[in-house]
């Protein structure tokens, strides 16, 4: 399950993650974290590399390969090369993002990513969700797909990503409409599992639906809105 937030910017990035922690909230799972990057970091200091190259640095930096991403590098500028092995680590508390204006201030299109990031991240912390955010501007995974905000939901008790999602500006132009988008999905078999090893799931078995009739449609429907207004679940059956 998820959403798609078709149009729309920076505010639509914040709102996207809003949602998603929203709904990891109302479930009741526990100790969980949004890791939050931008495609556009690695992208903008990796511009016009061949593809060989880039996919062997892409792996480098996505293991937190720092020597690795080096080798990749040896026979670039030694600005950029330290840059990319930076990457690396620059993972943690939101606090990463000061680091990362410093070390990416040279490129200036890394650097638009951060502040990019940055304005997002500020929105989701005034928002009461600072504990919750992790930055990873190593995160390049989907750089085929994604076109900036990246994120990735995960939680005490699983070992891999609970939920995913971000920004894909330029998908929708491959089906004949360009049009800029953002969204998430939680995967509802992990989501099952991740509560159900928290110990999160009710116990407690749902009450049967009552059967709801009349004699017609429409007075029928009447009484099952009504009901269920009131969150009790209802199956409507009107003989006609």
């Known amino acids: 399950m998820g959403l798609e937030h078709l149009g729309g910017g920076r505010a639509a990035d914040a709102e996207t993650l809003a949602i998603a922690a929203e709904c990891l909230e109302t479930v009741g799972a526990a100790d969980w974290v949004l890791a939050i990057g931008h ?10 590399l061949p593809r060989e190259t880039l996919e ?4 480098r930096v996505e293991a937190k390969d720092a020597s690795g991403v080096r080798a990749v590098m040896h026979a670039s500028p030694p600005t950029v090369r330290d840059a990319l092995a930076e990457l690396t680590t620059l993972g943690g508390g939101v606090d990463v993002l000061g680091r990362a204006r410093t070390t990416l201030a040279f490129s200036p299109a890394a650097a638009a990513a951060v502040a990019e990031l940055a304005e997002v991240v500020d929105a989701l912390v005034a928002a009461g969700l600072g504990p919750r955010l992790a930055i990873d501007l190593g995160e390049v995974r989907g750089l085929d ?14 070992g891999f990503e609970v939920g995913s999602g971000g920004r894909y500006d330029s998908l929708l132009a491959r089906f004949g409409r360009p049009l800029p988008a953002v969204g998430f999905m939680l995967g509802l078999d992990r989501l099952a599992l991740l509560l159900e090893r928290q110990g999160a799931l009710d116990a407690t078995a749902p009450a049967p639906p009552e059967r709801v009739g009349g004699p017609s449609i429409a007075e029928g429907l009447v009484r099952a809105r009504a009901l269920r207004a009131e969150g009790r679940p209802v199956r409507l059956e009107v003989e006609r």
């Open 39 to 48: 495609v556009g970091v690695f992208a903008g200091l990796t511009a016009g």
């Open 56 to 59: 062997r640095l892409r792996e």
């Open 145 to 158: 797909y994604y076109t900036g905000l990246v994120f990735r939901a995960y939680a005490r008790g699983l």
